[in-house]
């Protein structure tokens, strides 16, 4: 246990306190039903079943729905907050990731009595936990894309993503940049992407941008960052996107959560990274951060050489 410091007393853990969070956490599964389920959607129509008029009661009870001129419709806030994962203020698909996991309660004793992690490739849930928490992370990724990367793939280059999920990434990217031409590898057979290992895949020299989203925590780091190097060109940009952990324990409001989600990465056998800890190989300039909000950074870095 880090002891060197102390944490200030800005939280007193009393009735309330506990009340509120148990609330939270009824909330966060109401919210994950009603979104898994389109349970959102067609609020104007009687219920199907039974159980969506439970749903729709807690939700009402949670205050996720309002019922305005006899209409029953989503509570002010929760449309951008829950339901608009294009919007800024976007929350739900961190809250999701967390209620899909549910951290595998049944392996943590195996992880704190004896050290027993699990393989990410085999937990239930595993890909759409992470779509449903990094859609937010894709749209923050476009708006604040550094100019340079952003005009170089306006005029058209070779893109290499490792550990491409489902692709959700790449489909966006080529809606958004038709010029350039994409290509995805992941290791999860479950994805249906083209396989491949970050510490492996990709040709020498074929690709001008490589971009890792929430990927690099999961991998051999060194040999993945490695290999980013073998297949960049001289001039080419990596990009890494991740949730960085802060140098030191904070009770700040993303940071808590950040250090809390650490608990089912640990459940793994990785753990998420700090900014001081990405170190890239000598062919790399130094990084530059660009916060997306809350921990999540883009790093951005490039290749030494002259661009073709």
């Not at 067609?42 to 205050?63: K, N, Q």
């Not at 806030?77 to 595998?104: C, E, I, K, T, W």
């Not at 951005?300 to 050489?305: C, D, E, N, P, Y």
Request: hydrophobic residues 40%; contains cysteine; aromatic residues 8%.
């Amino acid at each position: 246990m880090d002891i060197s410091f102390e944490l200030p007393y800005s939280v007193v853990v009393n009735f309330d306190t506990l009340w509120r969070d148990g609330i939270g956490f009824w909330r966060v599964w109401i919210l994950t039903l009603g979104r898994r389920h389109g349970l959102f959607k067609h609020l104007d129509r009687p219920p199907a079943r039974s159980a969506v008029r439970v749903w729709r009661d807690a939700a009402r009870a949670l205050e996720l729905l309002v019922v305005r001129k006899g209409r029953l419709q989503p509570a002010p806030g929760v449309q951008s907050l829950l339901l608009n994962p294009r919007h800024p203020d976007y929350l739900a698909g961190h809250l999701m990731f967390g209620a899909l996991r549910s951290l595998d309660y049944e392996a943590m004793g195996a992880l704190f009595g004896r050290g027993r992690t699990l393989s990410a490739r085999t937990r239930p849930r595993r890909n759409e936990s992470i779509e449903e928490a990094t859609h937010w992370d894709h749209v923050m990724f476009l708006r604040r894309l550094p100019r340079e990367v952003r005009a170089r793939l306006r005029r058209g280059c070779d893109v290499l993503e490792l550990g491409c999920g489902r692709g959700r990434w790449l489909d966006l990217m080529r809606r958004e940049f038709p010029r350039s031409r994409f290509r995805g590898v992941d290791p999860d057979p479950d994805t249906g992407a083209e396989p491949g290992d970050a510490e492996t895949a990709g040709t020498t020299a074929g690709a001008d941008v490589v971009y890792m989203g929430e990927v690099l925590l999961l991998t051999h780091r060194k040999k993945t960052l490695a290999n980013c190097a073998r297949v960049l060109r001289p001039g080419g940009h990596l990009l890494v996107l991740e949730g960085f952990l802060p140098e030191r324990v904070t009770t700040g409001t993303w940071e808590a959560a950040l250090f809390a989600m650490q608990l089912d990465e640990t459940l793994q056998g990785v753990s998420f990274m700090k900014r001081s800890e990405l170190r890239l190989p000598k062919e790399f300039d130094p990084p530059t951060f660009t916060r997306l909000g809350g921990c999540v950074a883009l790093a951005v870095a490039r290749r030494r050489g002259t661009a073709r």
